[in-house]
Nanobody, 120 residues
Framework: QVQLVESGGGLVQAGGSLRLSCAAS????????MGWYRQAPGKQREWVAG???????NYLYSVKGRFTISRDNAKNTVYFQMNSLKPEDVAIYYC??????????????WGQGPQVTVSS
């Protein structure tokens, strides 16, 4: 069993920054592909960014250049630096852990989802 504990959400003005952290228990963190998803009010949850165990990153087009995902395998933690926040970024943000694409492992763990609110 893996637990993902998130921190760092809150309220910020448009143009401001927030950093989310997601600390994982268990040894599978180092091999996991970690991701950040978000769910805005009245909308479906969407993938926002991902980082492989090797550090390869990928982003939703609308956040590219503003948000940065990173990981510290020594601390079993993934980070999400969000700059130039916009009102349309308002959502609950969820940390996720999945096995690598080429893997016999099967799991799908989620954090509790801190709220990110951006005032205009």
């Amino acid at each position: 069993q893996v637990q993902l504990v998130e921190s760092g959400g809150g309220l910020v003005q448009a143009g401001g920054s927030l950093r989310l952290s997601c600390a994982a228990s268990g040894s599978i963190f180092r091999v996991s592909t970690m991701g950040w998803y978000r769910q805005a009010p009245g909308k479906q949850r969407e993938w926002v960014a991902g980082i492989t165990s090797g550090g390869r990153t990928n982003y939703l087009y609308s956040v590219k250049g503003r948000f940065t995902i990173s990981r510290d395998n020594a601390k079993n933690t993934v980070y999400f630096q969000m700059n130039s926040l916009k009102p349309e970024d308002v959502a609950i943000y969820y940390c996720n852990a999945k096995p690598p694409r080429v893997s016999a492992l099967k799991y799908d763990y989620w954090g509790q989802g801190p709220q990110v609110t951006v005032s205009s």
